[in-house]
Nanobody
Framework: QVQLVESGGGLVQAGGSLRLSCAASGRTFGTVMGWFRQAPGKEREFVSAITWGGGTTYADSIKGRVTISRDNAKNTVYLQMGSLKPEDTAVYYC??????????????????????WGQGTQVTVSA
């Protein structure tokens, strides 16, 4: 079992930055951690994922504006977001996929591959 708690969301002006955090507890060794987001009336969409060893993948729509990182000693994953736009407004969710790790990073863009989810943190970007 893995428990996830997101934090760091809030209200920010367009062009601003935010850093989201996801604190994990439980059996976290070897997990792949992902960030997804869901805007009102839209489906949940992939943002980024990171393997235990630091391999990363990003959605094309947000690539270049976000950086995912993790501190395994602290069991925490971060999502640094910059140049935020109003269309980035959404609830951002952290998710965990237990080992073993699949070699193809595209596998981790699929929300159904994650067994554990946090409660989400709201990000609102004002124009």
């Amino acid at each position: 079992q893995v428990q996830l708690v997101e934090s760091g969301g809030g209200l920010v002006q367009a062009g601003g930055s935010l850093r989201l955090s996801c604190a994990a507890s439980g059996r976290t060794f070897g997990t792949v951690m992902g960030w997804f987001r869901q805007a009102p009336g839209k489906e949940r969409e992939f943002v980024s994922a990171i393997t235990w060893g630091g391999g990363t993948t990003y959605a094309d729509s947000i690539k270049g504006r976000v950086t995912i990182s993790r501190d395994n000693a602290k069991n925490t994953v971060y999502l640094q977001m910059g140049s935020l736009k109003p269309e980035d407004t959404a609830v951002y969710y952290c998710a965990a996929n237990g080992p073993p790790t699949v070699s193809s990073m595209s596998y981790y863009s699929d929300a159904s591959k994650y067994q554990y989810w946090g409660q989400g943190t709201q990000v609102t970007v004002s124009a």
